[in-house]
T-cell receptor
Framework: AQSVTQLGSHVSVSEGALVLLRCNYS??????LFWYVQYPNQGLQLLLK??????LVKGINGFEAEFKKSETSFHLTKPSAHMSDAAEYFC???????????FGKGTKLTVNP | SQTIHQWPATLVQPVGSPLSLECTVE??????LYWYRQAAGRGLQLLFY??????ISSEVPQNLSASRPQDRQFILSSKKLLLSDSGFYLC???????????FGPGTRLTVT
């Protein structure tokens, strides 16, 4: 069965600094991978997804993620953090054989001025 | 374009009272529909999903139930709420055959 591990439930960065949110997955089949963002008291918004093809995926709001099969990782990065990036971020993997997603427990990103 | 609605946005209910949360999707047909619960510090828990009218799969045994009376309508219900039912309830949809899901704005339920 697929699973997702997000390292670090809380990450704090300074405005303008690099954002790196870590996600490792386990999957017995080629994975489809996703990053979602959730602002307080709102639903989740799809940031980016990896299905097939190019392993570096660009998403909205300047975020990108790289699929590394050898490391079973799909880390989310942004070169320069903005205050508006403060939110909770969820990594997810599609569960093979069904149309369900398995989510990590989330990483709360704080951006300090 | 597609839009997903949830109501109510917030709800405060006493223990033992019934519950009905509604989710509707516009701009698509025959979507897959999902109910999740998000409790503080516990991530997203899939409660139910549906691939068609009357087809409901339950992921977690509990005192909640779901129904899909129309193609684009998904309802979460309970006959008697427990304190542990408090949380943020999210409805999501996806086009059949692809995996990404699109979420509604959520309902904050507080059971007192």
């Amino acid at each position: 069965a697929q699973s997702v591990t997000q390292l670090g439930s809380h990450v704090s960065v300074s405005e303008g600094a690099l954002v790196l949110l870590r996600c490792n997955y386990s999957s017995s089949v080629p994975p489809y991978l996703f990053w979602y963002v959730q602002y307080p008291n709102q639903g989740l918004q799809l940031l980016l997804k990896y299905t097939t093809g190019a392993t570096l995926v660009k998403g909205i709001n300047g975020f990108e993620a790289e699929f590394k099969k050898s490391e079973t990782s799909f880390h989310l990065t942004k070169p320069s953090a903005h205050m508006s990036d403060a939110a909770e971020y969820f990594c997810a993997v599609a569960q093979g054989g069904s149309e369900k997603l398995v989510f990590g427990k989330g990483t709360k990103l704080t951006v300090n001025p | 374009s597609q839009t997903i609605h949830q109501w109510p946005a917030t709800l405060v209910q006493p223990v033992g009272s019934p519950l009905s949360l509604e989710c509707t999707v516009e701009g698509t047909s025959n979507p897959n529909l999902y109910w999740y619960r998000q409790a503080a510090g516990r991530g997203l828990q899939l409660l139910f999903y549906s691939v068609g009218i009357g087809q409901i799969s339950s992921e977690v045994p509990q005192n909640l139930s779901a129904s899909r009376p129309q193609d684009r309508q998904f309802i979460l219900s309970s006959k008697k709420l427990l304190l542990s039912d408090s949380g943020f309830y999210l409805c999501a949809w996806s086009p059949g055959g692809i995996y990404e899901q699109y979420f509604g704005p959520g309902t904050r339920l507080t059971v007192t």
